[in-house]
Each structure stands twice: as structure tokens, then as C-alpha cells.
């Protein structure tokens, strides 16, 4: 069947088309039913101000719609922001619970890369912000001018030094280089440890001494076996070498490695009778008093401090005035109490404090230990100098002090000096990773301990008014 295609063909059909009005709404009510809901979203979404730079776009049939928000609510940080953080701020939780809209979603990428820093920020948190560079340690400044600062025996002139210091640190140094170390009687007991037979830990005569006392002082000092000492030395050493390679805390190397070896020093290896006085605690909870504390870092304590016995010295007991400190413990009262060293203990203040040590574990800030130490020297230097005056602190003239990190023993020196305090680090003289080692670190603390009983104990009885009108009044 052919059909006509003419062009009035066409024209005819189109004509007689049937016009539905109902099915196809008219432009009219197309435009005012989208003009009711443009009205209806303007009411809903108040206007938000003129973009920058409007003046240079085509005009707009609509204005700007601003987005719906929840109110009184602060912006979440974007990723993109964060060019402009500090990034060595400490991260804090966030406070916001609701999830946003879809167009807040974090940018992941981003999010991936600061990943490992804000781990690193948040265990870093975990310490004082100041020990995360030794930079950060030194120096420090308090009031009326105080600082802390530290230099360097390797750039100090030795001839300012004084006569004793110098002699002292050539102690050490000859400790940590294994001269003279040991008692000849340990000889034989240390041939017969594993590591010297096989020549891990060579033996030479020069690292022993010859410690032969008479009868009398032998029975008065009692000291234990070499045998028993040899053992001991070497269970040390096992137990630091555990501590090592376990990444033991603090706490652990202070109960299985310290205190048992500042034991054998102050029990079992005393060099005279008068070594009795000088005795050691620790004292990890014990703060400096405040009238002595010019600085305000609050890491000041240390590990261990060496205290003195008044009433072990005869020279300064009497018979009808005893000290304060031989008096029961309730009869004591405040304002008789004596004081006799820098720490708010009311106990403790009876006591006059010798060598300090601060420990750190295996792979410990050791810069923080050493500012530890020098802020509780720079107490200690306040105290002496309120009690003592400015001409018998300058006699005394350094405080020696020793800073522990794992296996490592090492010699800290302060001065005083016009309200500075000086740091003189750090003279290593022994290490607890074999039983040489431990006895090594005994010998050094046997050179402190002569300088305690030789230079400190007599300056404090000369100086600080309870002992000095104790030794007068006898």
C-alpha cells in the first residue's frame, strides 16, 4: 500500500489532531508552580551575602542560597587545613558525636599521610613537651636572674677549675680506665667466671689493688667474703643484661640493678669504720622544698640520694645534748625540727644529703637526666647558701652528682656562680653489663664516697648551725 507523503498531506494530519489541554499543562502553570517552589525554598534557606567579585559574573535569575547548618556549632577542621596547625601540638579528642553532611567528608589522602605523625604526637605526649630535644633541656631561667646552663669539660679551661675538682674527675677517669678497680683477694674468684676464661673479660694486674687492713679495722668494718661478692657482682650483671634486652621501665632497673649495688657499696665494701655514717635511700617521690625551687620545670626529682648519720659520729654526739634526730619521731615539732638539707620532707630533714642519683632506663633522655639532676643541685646550692652565706658555698665550690641510663654510670658536676648554676657533664666510669662492670661502678662510687667523707661531711659540720653548735657544744 502506497502512502502519500506529499508536503499537503503532512499539512492535512497535523490539522486534524485532537487537542488534549489536560494532558499537557500550559507554559503559564508550569512557570507559577515553579515560582510557588522557588518561594517555598526561599523561606526555607535564608539569603546568603553576595559572593566577591559579583560584579564581574553574569546576574543571576536566583540569589545564593545559604545551606542548612546546625547552630552554635564550631567548623570541623579540614585536612586541607592543617598547613596552618602547629603540628607539634599534643592532639585532643573531638568534641563533636553527629556525623556532617557529605560534603564535610575528610579528605582520606591526607588523612593517611599524618597518620604516623599524629601517633608519634600522641605517645610523644605521653612525656614533658621539654624532653623532646636535648636543645630544650638547657638552659633554663628563674627569678632574680637564676639560670641553669650547661657547658663542657672537653671546652673548660682546667686551670679555672679547682684544685680539688680537677683531682676528683682524674679519679674517675682512671676508674673508667680500669686502673685500680679492684681487691687483689677477687682475683682468683673472677678466673673462674665463664667470660674471663674465655677472654671476653681479659683480667690485667693493673686493674687491682692491694686492700690488706689490719685486725682491728677488719673486725669493725666486717666486710663479706670474695666470693660472696664475686656472686653477687655477677647476678647484677645478669640482671642488667636482662633489663637491656627486655627494654625493662625504670622501676625495674632501680629494684633489680641499682639498689642491690649501692647496697654491696654501703654494706658490704666499706673502706674504714667512719664509712658507717654515710648510708643511702631511695626517694622518687620526694620534691624539692619551695622556698629552694627557682625554676619551673616540674621534673626535679631524682632516684637515689646518699645521706649522713649525725649520731654515727662521735665527734658531735654528747651525753647530755642529744640531736634533734636521736628524739622519737612524735616529739619532734615543727618548729624545732631541724633542717638540714633542701627537700620538703619533715623526716628527711633531719638528715644532711651527700651524692644524688638520677636513673633513666636503657635508651633513657639522658639530657633530661642530667637537667633533673643540676634543677635538684641548683635546690641544693639555694639551700647550702641561705644556710651556710656566699663565702663558705664558694669555699665548698662544686657538687658532685651522677647520672645513671641503662648499663652506663656517669659523673655530673655543677657549680654555683652569681645566681648561675653550671653544668659539667658527663665523666662515664663504669657500666653494669658484666661483673667487672658492676665492680668498676663500685669503685667509682668508692672515690665519692672518699670525697663525701673528706670534703662534705666536715664543710657541713662547720657550716649548717645544727651540727656546728652540736661539735661546739662538745
Not at 62 to 68: N, R, S, T
Not at 234 to 248: G, H, P, Q, T
Not at 373 to 385: D, N, V
Amino acid at each position: 500500500m502506497a502512502f502519500d507523503t506529499s508536503q499537503s498531506q503532512v499539512d492535512f494530519w497535523l490539522d486534524n489532531l485532537p487537542h488534549d489541554t489536560a494532558a499537557f499543562p500550559s507554559l503559564d502553570l508550569k512557570r507559577r508552580r515553579s515560582s510557588e517552589h522557588s518561594e517555598s525554598r526561599k523561606r526555607r534557606h535564608p539569603i546568603s551575602p553576595p559572593r566577591s567579585g559579583a560584579g564581574h559574573s553574569s546576574p543571576s535569575p536566583e540569589p545564593d542560597l545559604m545551606l542548612p547548618s546546625t547552630p552554635n556549632k564550631s567548623l570541623v577542621k579540614r585536612p586541607s587545613d592543617e598547613a596552618n596547625t602547629d603540628k607539634d601540638e599534643t592532639p585532643r579528642a573531638s568534641t563533636r558525636s553527629e556525623r556532617g553532611p557529605i560534603s564535610n567528608a575528610p579528605d582520606f589522602k591526607a588523612r593517611s599521610q599524618s597518620t604516623s605523625q599524629s601517633d608519634t604526637c600522641s605517645r610523644g605526649s605521653k612525656r614533658s613537651k621539654r624532653s623532646q630535644s636535648p636543645t630544650k633541656n638547657f638552659p633554663l631561667y628563674g627569678p632574680e636572674g637564676r639560670r641553669l646552663v650547661r657547658a663542657s669539660l672537653g671546652f673548660t679551661n682546667a686551670l679555672t677549675l679547682p684544685q680539688a675538682l680537677r683531682q676528683l674527675i682524674g679519679e674517675m677517669r682512671c676508674v673508667s680506665a680500669k686502673n685500680g678497680i679492684m681487691p687483689q683477694r677477687f682475683k682468683t674468684e673472677l678466673e673462674k667466671l665463664p667470660e674471663v676464661e674465655c677472654f671476653m673479660e681479659p683480667l690485667f694486674d693493673y686493674m687491682f689493688y692491694d686492700d690488706e687492713i689490719g685486725a682491728e679495722s677488719e673486725r669493725l668494718v666486717k666486710r663479706a667474703g670474695a666470693e660472696e661478692l664475686v656472686r653477687r657482682a655477677s647476678r647484677i650483671a645478669e640482671r642488667s643484661s636482662d633489663c637491656a634486652s627486655m627494654l625493662s621501665d625504670e622501676a625495674a632497673w632501680n629494684g633489680l640493678v641499682h639498689t642491690p649495688l649501692l647496697e654491696m657499696l654501703v654494706s658490704d665494701m666499706r673502706d674504714a669504720p667512719e664509712h658507717k655514717i654515710l648510708d643511702f635511700m631511695p626517694c622518687t617521690t620526694t620534691n624539692i622544698d619551695l622556698p629552694y625551687h627557682r625554676f619551673a620545670e616540674s621534673a626535679s626529682r631524682v632516684d637515689y640520694i646518699f645521706r649522713f648519720h649525725p649520731k654515727h659520729d662521735i665527734a658531735i654526739l654528747t651525753g647530755n645534748a642529744p640531736l634533734p634526730s636521736q628524739q622519737e619521731p612524735q616529739q619532734i615539732q615543727p618548729e624545732t625540727a631541724p633542717c638540714c638539707n633542701w627537700t620538703s620532707d619533715r623526716m628527711l630533714q633531719q638528715y644532711p644529703l651527700g651524692i644524688s642519683i638520677e636513673t633513666k632506663r636503657h635508651g633513657g633522655d639522658i639530657a633530661k637526666g642530667e637537667q633533673q639532676l643540676a634543677i635538684w643541685h641548683a635546690a641544693q646550692w639555694e639551700f647550702l647558701r641561705s644556710r651556710a652565706g656566699p663565702s663558705a658555698v664558694g669555699e665548698l665550690g662544686f657538687l658532685p652528682g651522677i647520672v645513671v641510663q641503662g648499663h652506663s654510670w656517669s659523673l655530673v658536676i655543677t657549680t654555683w656562680n652569681q645566681a648561675i648554676t653550671t653544668v659539667l657533664p658527663n665523666v662515664e666510669f663504669g657500666r653494669t653489663d658484666s661483673t667487672v662492670g658492676v665492680l668498676q661502678v663500685i669503685a667509682g662510687l668508692r672515690k665519692l664516697r672518699a670525697w663525701s667523707m673528706d670534703t662534705l661531711w666536715p664543710w657541713y659540720k662547720r657550716n649548717l648551725p645544727e651540727l656546728r653548735n652540736s661539735t661546739a657544744d662538745n
